[in-house]
């Protein structure tokens, strides 16, 4: 089982790998077309039900955004989000409490994704969104990956004419904002 599950993980952080040269040869087709990010939310958080019970995860779905259509592509889109949800659980130290949230604001579709985890501090956030960065956890040695997550989730939301921003406190939480011109 073990073997099993990190080949499965080895391959998928290959397969970020390779997307991520990709995008820097600009190797890369975007299929963009309708998306709503409300059913598409729902449908990562579902796929990720085995992982959110193993870590007795808590997570809170405000889909509220009336118009929660934009034009996306559908694959690297439910990356994102189960990138961002994936760290939300990465980054928590008790059972991991994870809002996700949605709202229309100057025409614009909304998409939140809040954790309780370990936070960080300034200087962490302005790096995160750089390759292979990862945030030094101290004991939380179980957090893997190759700092590749983020830096994916910056590149796909900004060739989606996107904005990502983050707001954090250290031992209080994360939250990442996404705005998307809504369609």
Known sequence: NIIYEENARLGSHIER????????K???RL??????VNEMIA???D???LKLQKYNAKTTLQLDAENALI???ELHFSNVIYNLVDNAIKYSINEPDITISTLNRNGQVVIRVADKG??????????????????????LHDVKGFGLGLSYVNTIVKRLNGMISVKSEKEKGSEFELKF???
Not at 17 to 24: D, F, G, T
Not at 31 to 36: A, F, G, I, Q, V
Not at 119 to 136: A, H, L, N
């Open 118 to 139: 370990i936070g960080m501090s300034r200087d962490q956030q302005t790096k995160i969104f750089e390759q292979f960065y990862r945030i030094p956890t101290g004991n």
């Open 31 to 36: 299929e963009k077309r309708p998306l709503d």
């Open 43 to 45: 449908a990562v958080i």
């Open 47 to 49: 796929s990720m039900t």
């Open 181 to 183: 011109q809504a369609a």
């Open 26 to 28: 600009d190797d890369f």
């Open 17 to 24: 790998v390779l997307n991520v040269a990709r995008i820097e």
């Open 71 to 73: 034009i996306g592509d």
